[in-house]
């Protein structure tokens, strides 16, 4: 009877400590009137590090890329970018924002993650959602 209790007791906690994956290419558009924008993440994972590459534009033209690295903390990824292009947005690089938004997995779908961005001194906002490409 012990050992199932034991057993019992130890599967909560085998859940919690699993870390969810992140890797991948990950993007979203938006259509604001006659213009259509967009970001892709390529994440890769080893552990509970992330490091990768960001890039986004809009239809009009303007845009950039850079690169970004972040780390997972329970459920959620928290990543900081640099500009290689040095643009308004973010650092130049190699220097790096620091954790201006985090990420979650969408909870009715794997193939989803929901980034939450800091406005205000670290209150975060509901934004854009990503949809894994491959």
Do not use: R
């Not at 057993?7 to 006659?34: E, N, R």
């Not at 993440?41 to 992330?50: E, M, P």
Request: glycine share 12%; hydrophobic share 30%.
């Amino acid at each position: 009877m012990k050992k199932y209790i034991s057993l019992f007791l130890l599967i909560p906690l085998m859940a919690y400590a699993h870390t969810p994956s992140f890797s991948g290419t990950w993007s979203y558009t938006d259509q604001v009137g006659d213009t259509v924008g967009g970001k892709e993440l390529v994440l890769k994972q080893k552990g509970n590090s992330v490091t990768g590459v960001w890039n986004e534009g809009i239809s009009t033209g303007s845009g950039g890329s850079g690169k970004l690295k972040g780390y997972i903390k329970g459920n959620k990824l928290f990543l900081s970018y640099c500009s290689d292009e040095g643009n308004n947005w973010y650092q130049p690089c190699p220097k790096y924002d620091n954790n201006i938004s985090y990420f979650i997995k969408n909870n009715n779908n794997n193939n989803k993650i929901i980034e939450y961005n800091a406005v205000n001194n670290k209150k975060y906002k509901k934004g854009n959602e990503f949809i894994l490409v491959k």
